[in-house]
T-cell receptor, first 114, second 113 residues
C-alpha cells in the first residue's frame, strides 16, 4: 500500500524568502505524484503534478517540484514566496493502474509573514 | 460552469440523528470521491465511485453509506451520527483514473453533539 509523509506540519517564512516543503512517499509500484493547495475555508486545488517525463514540474505561480525516484521524494520549492502563498499544502500519491485513489499526506501549513 | 458543489455548507447534528450530504458536478466526470479532513490527519477517503451506479469503500468507510444514482450526483449518508464523525467533508471528481486531477468542492462542516 502507498503512503505519504510530510515531515513538517508548519513552515514559517518571511516574504520574498525561499521555501521548501518536503514530501516522501512509499509504494511498491510506479506512482503519480501531486501537490494540492488549500486556502483558508476552501476546498483543495491542484498546484502541480508529475505523471512521467521530465522530473521537474512547475506551476503557473512559481512553485516547482522535483521527482526523485531514488530518494522517493517530491519536494515542493519556491524561490521567493508572497503573502498570498499562505495556505496548507498537501502532497498526494496514486499508484498507476488504479482507479485514481489518492493518498494524501497530513499537510504542511505555510505561513508567510512580512 | 459551477464545478463541484456541496450542500449543505454547515450542519449541526445530535448523536443518533441521520443526514445526507449532496455532491454535484457539472463536468461529466466518471469518478467521484468523498473525503473527510481532520486536523493533523490530512484527507482520508471514505467512499468513491468509478461511474454511475457504482460505489466502493475507501480507507474509512464505517458509519457512512453512499449512492450514485445519477452520474452528476454522489450522496454521502450518515445513518446514526456519532461525535467521531465531526469533521469537514469534501467531495471531489475526476475525469481520468489515477493520473487525473481531482476537482474539489468547497466542503461541508459537520458538528455532531
Amino acid at each position: 500500500a502507498q503512503s505519504v509523509t510530510q515531515l513538517d506540519s508548519q513552515v514559517p517564512v518571511f516574504e520574498e524568502a525561499p521555501v521548501e516543503l518536503r514530501c516522501n512517499y512509499s509504494s511498491s509500484v510506479s506512482v503519480y505524484l501531486f501537490w494540492y493547495v488549500q486556502y483558508p475555508n476552501q476546498g483543495l486545488q491542484l498546484l502541480l503534478k508529475y505523471l512521467s517525463g521530465s522530473t521537474l514540474v512547475e506551476s503557473i505561480n512559481g512553485f516547482e517540484a522535483e521527482f526523485n525516484k531514488s530518494q522517493t521524494s517530491f519536494h515542493l520549492r519556491k524561490p521567493s514566496v508572497h503573502i498570498s502563498d499562505t495556505a496548507e499544502y498537501f502532497c498526494a500519491v496514486s499508484e498507476t493502474g488504479t482507479a485514481s485513489k489518492l493518498t494524501f499526506g497530513t499537510g504542511t501549513r505555510l505561513q508567510v509573514t512580512l | 460552469n459551477a464545478g463541484v458543489t456541496q450542500t449543505p455548507k454547515f450542519r449541526v447534528l445530535k448523536t443518533g440523528q441521520s443526514m445526507t450530504l449532496l455532491c454535484a458536478q457539472d463536468m461529466n466526470h466518471e469518478y467521484m470521491y468523498w473525503y473527510r479532513q481532520d486536523p493533523g490527519m490530512g484527507l482520508r477517503l471514505i467512499h468513491y465511485s468509478v461511474g454511475e451506479g457504482t460505489t466502493a469503500k475507501g480507507e474509512v468507510p464505517d458509519g457512512y453509506n453512499v449512492s450514485r444514482l445519477k452520474k452528476q450526483n454522489f450522496l454521502l449518508g450518515l445513518e446514526s451520527a456519532a461525535p467521531s464523525q465531526t469533521s469537514v467533508y469534501f467531495c471531489a471528481s475526476s475525469y481520468i483514473a489515477a493520473s487525473g486531477t481531482q476537482y474539489f468542492g468547497p466542503g461541508t462542516r459537520l458538528l455532531v453533539l
